[in-house]
């Protein structure tokens, strides 16, 4: 026993701690709390036991003068929040079924106590994260139901460990053997090597070996993201853009249909439509003909000529002295798209924007190759590097969303259903919810939001790991089920934590600026108990390592070469 009761507040106990300025640190080898913050208590209410946390230790300021003594014994006491309660035969409730009373005596919580409201199990259904903060010896597993059944946040300040956990819990994935494709934004997880596939957008330079070069097709795009890609205004822009994309479906589709009449070939010069002059009739029963190939948005089309056809489209309704045919050019309407035709020239000139949207020899679909990835029994780690991919025109945005579409379309057919997948979003608040635009023509890249939203029920979680959540939207967090919080030094980022945290993890967020490296505190509502964990060190640790200003120092130029500075570094 190291106290007893003195005062029951709510769901908090008030404790005195005189016994335990006496206690042993162990006892056969086990470790004992000692009254410390942040450990963990058992009070005997007779038939069970409230498990808690302690949140507060002190002594009376009258008994300060006892502090110089030697054998230290002061009388304290602390508070503790109650969690849950522990019943006899070891089972565990969230909450507490019965409240402590003025008197009852607190004992120091064993490994096997910790455990079992922990929810420990074994076997290959779990997941080790780590050892317990405040007892080592006690392992801390995380069944996987828990751990990505309700998606999952991994947050952090820079530095605090959140790439480290988030590596370990890739390596432990594919060693469980399941499946997880990690969107890696700066590269710094290229260190997994073997472990897992690696494709790349944009080019190979510091890539591992036998990384693939990839991009993603410009017909993958949705309007909403073709919106956000060339940021056509809404007035004249929006709509010939529509018409343009539509025609150059219809070209293509002629173009490569065998069967096409003479009439509907003779529509099409240079890969274009050219309208003037054309016959209605004409047009119109090739747009019916080809009518499933227009309307769907994902319908091949060459976007290098785009450009041409966005003008093609600026002509009159009718020909004055034809009006079975289109009329003549309407330069009004030219001069009103112009900006819109030299953005997207300027665009096709870019090549590292061109290689990604407009793959050529040598450079694969990301999407069929996810495909192939996924149907492939023996892989489990899919790594997505965005280190060389531009960020001009919200590409990398673009790029995330489209493949969040692909997933979810694939998750809504069933496929995730027995083989579930988890999807793990490095810098997440880099893609969720982003709007691209201004007041007057916005879109929304939400695809990930959406997976946030329904994706569980089909077998995709996704795994967000962020140094800013209070750039997340507030309706992502809420849809977590476990979150890892490394140290938080930000008051807005602990706020939004704490939002999307359960009542009871609420005192847990205290500690969360004292945390050191590599240390988190795991919450949510699926995990029994909020507890701060010392995550396991990866095999292969991600390359976050700073700037190493350390090799700074006078060179041949002579500067600092008064000596101040040179005695400051070896100093």
């Avoid at 219809?250 to 054309?278: P, Q, S, Y």
């Avoid at 001009?392 to 259903?417: D, K, T």
């Amino acid at each position: 026993m190291i106290g007893v009761v003195f005062q029951i507040e709510g769901s908090y106990a008030d404790v005195s701690f005189v016994a335990a300025t006496r206690l042993p640190k162990s006892h056969f080898g086990e470790y004992l709390g000692r009254g410390e913050v942040g450990e963990f208590v058992l009070i005997d209410v007779g038939g069970s036991a409230a498990f808690g946390r302690l949140l507060r230790v002190g002594a009376p300021t009258t008994n300060a003068d006892i502090l110089s003594q030697s054998e230290r014994r002061l009388p304290a006491d602390g508070r503790i929040q109650l969690l849950s309660t522990l019943h006899l035969d070891g089972r565990s409730i969230r909450g507490i079924v019965k409240y402590p009373k003025v008197g009852d005596p607190v004992y120091a919580a064993s490994a096997e106590a910790i455990l079992s409201v922990l929810g420990a199990v074994s076997g290959p259904s779990r997941l080790v994260l780590g050892r317990l903060s405040v007892d080592e010896s006690v392992e801390v597993a995380v069944p996987l139901s828990r751990l990505f059944g309700r998606h999952l946040a991994i947050v952090g300040s820079t530095g605090s460990g959140k790439s480290w956990t988030m590596g370990h819990i890739a390596e432990s994935t594919a060693l469980l053997g399941g499946k997880m494709i990690l969107i890696d934004a700066t590269g710094e997880f290229h260190t997994l090597g073997s472990r897992a596939t690696h494709l790349a957008f944009g080019a190979l330079d510091d890539e591992p070996d036998r990384t693939k070069l990839v991009g993603i097709p410009h017909h993958m795009m949705r309007e909403s993201d073709r919106s956000a890609f060339l940021n056509p205004s809404s007035g004249t822009q929006l709509p010939k853009l529509r018409e343009a994309i539509r025609t150059l479906r219809l070209a293509h589709a002629i173009a490569n249909d065998v069967g096409a009449t003479g009439e509907h070939r003779a529509l099409v010069a240079d890969g274009t439509i050219r309208k003037t002059g054309i016959k209605i009739a004409t047009f119109g029963g090739a747009t019916r003909k080809y009518g499933s190939t227009i309307e769907d948005p994902h319908a091949a089309f060459d976007i290098k000529l785009i450009g041409t056809q966005i003008q093609w489209e600026c002509v009159w309704p009718s020909d004055k002295n034809r009006p079975d045919c289109f009329g003549s050019m309407d330069y009004t309407q030219i001069g009103y798209v112009s900006t819109l035709v030299s953005r997207i020239n300027d665009l096709l000139q870019t090549p590292e924007v061109m290689q990604v949207i407009d793959p050529q020899t040598g450079t694969l679909n990301v999407i069929d190759e996810i495909a192939s990835w996924i149907d492939n029994p023996g892989a489990h780690l899919l790594r997505l590097s965005l280190r060389n991919l531009t960020f001009a025109n919200h590409l990398r945005e673009i790029v995330v969303n489209i493949l969040g579409q692909a997933l979810l379309a694939r998750a809504r057919s069933g496929a995730f259903r027995v083989k579930p997948l988890v999807v793990a979003v490095d810098e997440a608040h880099q893609f969720f919810d982003v709007t691209v635009g201004d007041e007057f023509s916005s879109s929304r890249l939400n695809a990930f939001d959406s997976i946030a939203k329904e994706g569980r029920k089909y077998g995709l979680t996704v795994c967000v790991a962020t140094q800013r959540p209070g750039d997340l939207p507030a309706g992502v967090l809420s849809q977590v089920g476990m979150t890892i919080v490394h140290r938080l030094a930000d008051g807005r980022d602990r706020q939004r934590v704490e939002q999307a945290a359960a009542e009871l993890d609420h005192s847990a967020t205290r500690l969360l600026p004292g945390l050191v490296p590599g240390e988190a505190i795991l919450m949510g509502v699926d995990f029994p108990v909020p507890v701060s964990v010392r995550i396991s060190r990866p095999v292969a640790p991600p390359a976050s390592d700073g700037p190493r200003y350390s090799s700074w120092g006078p060179g041949e130029s002579g500067i600092g070469g008064d000596g101040s500075d040179g005695e400051r570094d070896r100093a």
